[in-house]
């Protein structure tokens, strides 16, 4: 009797494992060099349905027929990158974990925000083909036109419009630049917050904040709702070109890149096994000039832009420090 | 409204792709486990799954993801009301009474009730959203931080239906469960009470603390029991029973409807999802109920209620994902990035250019629902079993896929660590009579009672009239106190009722007695 | 304890609870207002926290009882139909203490001796403690127990797990 209620309550589980074994197993193109001789963690420090993790399950395919090795996404999300990052950084420096992630801005904010138990140093980027923009936009519907028409509005009086945006972040240091120049009194302004870009679009999308400045990518799906004011972006973007540059409102403003996403490794890595670095740059780079990885993730929004290492490190440590230089606004 | 023209096109997506219907079974029953498994949330599930919808044309792998997230709504009550553990937050409230059914043998029924709850209203969730797809995908989008904190404070109120001995100790932990689920970086980007342990920044994870509080009153009193269910006779398994609570489910269509509208609504809005729709759900109907004493104590209808909500907050949520390209939780963000994979994306051009797409997908939904009732009877059948296995087998399985369970919710051991401490300030809690669901409640809504509120906050700069402004907050709270008002004026000619009543009865006494004196006197 | 002409006793248990809470919650709100005074950050924290100290002194009289009142205060109240109900019988509370520590190692010991280990070793001492006392029964059962579990979550959960055997 019990013996065949436990085995019964047993076969729903064991079914259900079966089922999902099956498909996590995935055939393999073994090789003979020693490395890479088993599965690649590719960690990716935010929950499932993000960017990140969008963008490694559609490059996964191509990155693993350069690698010649399946590759399994663990997603270690929380604290801002911080938990995915100090995970990494705890892995053996031996090439079967590499980053897809956010490195810019949420590896300098962490360091510099949350005392990071880590240094901006100790990644190493192979590439980060996303970039994005800060975008100061408004519902479809509002009666706001231009950022200049917003400046003018706050000038004389700061509470008259609601500003929404996610506090620590670049769109944060963006809008308190852009005030800053303009002449009109941060604390004096309606700002709300928002835990994350997604909340911080909708609330704009909705009209339930009067300007959003958060990143312009995100917007994409939603862009028959909103109006670009003003992109913070040096020259016109190509993803967005409806978008006026913040400098074509007549203010002169410095500001800082929005996120650059894509792959990283440990500094450690690169320096210990310099091959082994090479060799996952080579594949990266093979992936991401794939003319079919291309097709799919444009379709996807999704970028595959190769920079290389080189460029895409600038990029990463040019951000880290404007992000120091102006961690004061951020407080 | 309904675009007549479209919903034929739609129909005939529905019977040209045949072939993909296959996909609505193993669907479900994927859902209906790994939700049954606590920990191991929807959006885990449809992760698990995507890469294999990869290889299959657009419309299968739609049915067949869809078909996961219908199946999972429902699969979370089953530990919920057989073992007293709720999968995720959505499953708390059908723990109130489901698990008090269970504990007087009313197993089959509970389940039963709660199967056709659900899947009435996803039925009725999505029958909706046929209709209003469009014009509900806006009104979400003006949802703003005042009205979801209106929303918030109708969830505490279930606080108010908890029915403590002590209202004392009552609201001390409820409060203690707010602060706790404010812990870690505020919406504003402030950081308290982390101890500087990097993984409180996110606060404190609910599946975990939720399931601790819970089981060390219930799961560990077990270990004394050689069943889960003492009364031999009472660990039947039994599809007659199961049926007549799916049956008993139609007696109760007010409750439906509520549940439903409640669901719908909150479950639309992106981030909220439906881990306070049922919540709400159940305070209402209790509060409401003739015989509210008996919630609590395995009251169908408290299952009935929970459930509704759940059901059709899945509705509510894909409405959100269609016509805004919005994910209003973890499983529509995999929705989306299945859609994505097949090169479309949803959002507001989706809607308009591939309407009949967008009809053929809300009517698959309705046929999944339709075939859950069917696979979910199976489910349940095999499931229920587990009150018949010693507990010696069965507990230290359940707690071992808890714990694991627990884990699999960050990947780190802080799940099970926390597990382990909300067990033992639960077990204490229990011990000097404090309500641990209060706690539970306050450790759900915390963070969305401080977010919404601090948002409404900065959005009025501090002024208390901007509420005047917003006609949706002003409805909401009005609707509460009407219903608050109610209550209390159907309680007051209850009681006075109850008084007349007692009064004569005391009468009828006093003259039963007098005539027993009149007897005794004359004997005498 | 005397207090005048009245004895008082004390649920020294309850106190201990209510402090505990109590000093969390002080603590927490220091913690708070030591990272920022802004209303942004203390907004809902600070009231909420002050209430419940409020209701702590409040209850904390409970915890205190006249002797000769206790006989009426144990007078059957009404039982909160959704609070848990614990075992009163000794045995029992033995066996949940037992299932409670056993749950605490595990829990620890994870990250230390493998999931794998931790996992069997708490099998076998729950089915001991619910009073399984077969050898072949608890070895096979808590083995099976184990590997369903380690293979079926890994292939679940998108995190590894730290395992010595398996």
Not at chain 1, 206 to 228: H, N, Y
Not at chain 2, 133 to 160: H, K, Q, S
Not at chain 2, 503 to 524: F, I, V
């Amino acid at each position: 009797m019990t013996d065949f209620t436990r085995r019964d309550a047993f076969k729903i589980t064991a079914g259900g494992l079966a089922v999902a074994g099956g498909l996590v197993a995935m055939p393999s193109i073994v090789r003979a060099a020693n490395y890479p001789s088993r599965p690649i963690n590719v960690i990716v420090p935010f929950a499932t349905g993000g960017y990140n993790d969008r963008l490694s399950r559609a490059f996964m395919p191509y990155l693993e027929k350069e690698i010649g090795q399946p590759m399994v996404i663990v997603n270690k999300p929380g604290a801002g990158t911080q938990l995915g990052n100090s995970y990494a950084l705890n892995q053996p420096a031996d090439g079967y974990s590499i980053l897809c992630t956010s490195a810019a801005p949420y590896i300098p904010l962490t360091v510099l925000l949350q005392n990071a138990p880590y240094k901006v140093e100790d990644f190493a980027m192979l590439n980060l083909p996303s970039r994005d923009y800060t975008l100061a936009a408004t519902s479809a519907g509002s009666e706001i036109k231009t950022f200049a028409e917003v400046i003018e509005k706050l000038k004389a009086d700061p509470g008259s419009l609601s500003i929404g945006v996610q506090p620590a972040s670049a769109d944060y240091a963006n809008m308190i630049l852009a005030f800053q120049a303009a002449e009109i009194d941060p604390t004096k302004l309606r700002i709300v917050t928002y835990d994350g870009g997604g909340p911080a679009r909708n609330a704009t999308a909705g009209a339930q904040v009067d300007v959003g400045f958060v990143g312009g990518e995100g917007f994409l799906p939603l862009k028959s709702k909103i109006r670009p004011l003003a992109i913070f972006a040096g020259e016109k973007v190509d993803w967005f070109p409806e978008a006026p540059l913040v400098s074509e409102s007549g203010l002169k403003t410095d500001f800082v890149e929005g996120s650059q996403r894509g792959w990283a490794v440990t500094t450690k890595l690169r320096n210990e096994q310099p091959e082994i670095y090479k060799f996952l740059v080579g594949a990266v780079e093979r992936a991401s000039k794939n003319p079919k990885a291309i097709e799919t993730l444009k379709l996807q929004e999704l970028a595959t832009t190769w920079y290389g290492p080189e460029a895409s490190d600038k990029a990463y440590l040019d951000n880290a420090a404007k992000m120091a230089k102006y961690v004061d606004l951020l407080k | 409204m309904i675009d007549l023209s479209a919903f034929q096109d739609a129909l005939g997506i529905m019977f040209s792709s045949v072939g993909s219907w296959g996909w609505i079974v193993p669907g479900l029953i994927v859902g209906l486990v790994f939700s049954a498994i606590p920990g191991i949330s929807i959006t885990m599930a449809m992760a698990i799954v995507l890469p294999m919808s990869l290889y299959m044309d657009f419309f299968s792998a739609i049915v067949f993801l869809t078909s996961v997230y219908t199946g999972a709504g429902f699969g979370g009550s089953v530990p919920a009301i057989l073992m007293n553990i709720p999968g995720s937050p959505s499953s708390f409230a059908t723990t109130f009474d489901g698990y008090a059914m269970s504990k007087k043998g009313e197993h089959n029924e509970a389940l039963g009730y709660a199967l056709f709850a659900s899947t009435i209203c996803g039925i009725g969730g999505y029958l909706l959203l046929l209709l209003v797809v469009e014009p509900l995908a806006d009104i979400v989008l003006r949802i703003g931080p005042v009205e979801m904190f209106a929303v918030a404070i109708w969830g505490m109120l279930l606080l108010g239906s908890l029915g403590s001995t002590y209202i004392s100790r009552g609201l001390l932990a409820a409060a203690f469960g707010i602060l706790l689920g404010t812990v870690g970086m505020n919406t504003a980007g402030f950081t308290r009470g982390t101890m500087g342990i990097p993984v409180l920044l996110d606060g404190i994870a609910p599946i975990p603390a939720m399931i601790g509080l819970l089981a060390a009153g219930q799961l560990l009193s077990l270990a004394g029991r050689d069943y889960i269910i003492e009364a031999e006779g009472a660990r039947e398994v039994s599809v007659r029973r199961i049926l007549k609570g799916c049956w008993g489910t139609l007696k109760f269509p007010g409750v439906l409807l509520r549940g439903s509208i409640i669901g719908i609504v909150i479950g639309a809005v992106p981030g909220v999802g439906s881990s306070i729709g049922n919540l709400i759900a159940y305070a209402e109907t209790k509060r409401t109920a003739k015989d509210s004493a008996t919630f609590g104590k395995g009251n169908p209808k408290g299952v009935v209620a929970a459930e509704s909500a759940v059901a059709s907050a899945e509705g509510g949520s894909m409405a959100t994902m269609l016509a805004l390209g919005i994910p209003g939780g973890g499983a529509t963000a995999i929705l989306i990035a299945a859609f994505m994979m097949h090169n479309i994306v949803p959002g507001p051009s989706f809607i308009e250019t591939q309407k009949p797409m967008v009809y053929a997908i809300i009517l698959n939904n309705i046929v999944q629902a339709i075939v859950l009732l069917a696979v979910g009877i199976g489910f349940i059948y095999v499931a229920s079993n587990i009150v018949r296995v010693r507990t010696r087998y069965v507990l230290p399985a359940i707690l071992v896929i808890a714990t694991l369970g627990t884990y699999a919710v960050t990947g780190e051991t802080a799940g099970p660590i926390t597990l382990f401490v909300f067990a033992l300030l639960g077990y204490a809690l229990a011990r000097y009579q404090y309500p641990v669901a209060a706690v539970v409640v306050g450790i759900l809504l915390g963070r969305m009672l401080e977010t919404e509120f601090l948002r409404s906050y900065q959005l009025s700069g501090g002024n208390p009239l901007y509420i005047l402004e917003r006609p949706g907050a002003l409805a909401i709270f009005a609707v509460m106190f009407a219903s608050l008002a109610m209550t209390a004026w159907g309680k007051r000619k209850q009681n006075k009722a109850e008084a007349e009543e007692e009064a004569a009865m005391l009468r009828l006494q006093q003259e039963d007695a007098a005539r027993g004196a009149h007897t005794t006197a004359s004997k005498g | 304890m005397r207090i005048g002409r009245h004895t008082y006793a004390i649920d020294y248990g309850h106190l201990t609870l209510i402090t505990l809470i109590a000093v969390a919650i002080f603590w927490y709100l220091l913690d708070a207002r030591s990272v920022s005074l802004s209303i942004n950050n203390i907004l809902l924290v600070q009231p909420v926290a002050i209430f419940a100290l409020a209701m702590y002194l409040f209850i904390l009289p409970q915890c205190f009882r006249k002797v000769d009142a206790r006989e009426m205060a144990k007078a059957p109240a009404e039982q909160d139909p959704l609070s848990p109900t614990l075992p009163s019988e000794r045995s029992d509370m033995i066996r949940m203490a037992a299932l409670g520590i056993s749950l605490g190692l595990m829990v620890v010991l994870l990250d230390v001796i493998g999931f794998d280990i931790a996992l069997f070793l708490f099998t076998a001492a729950a089915m001991a403690i619910c009073g399984e006392r077969r050898p072949l029964h608890l070895l096979i059962f808590s083995l099976v127990v184990t590997v369903v579990a380690i293979y079926g979550f890994r292939a679940l959960i998108p995190f590894p797990m730290f395992t010595t055997i398996l």
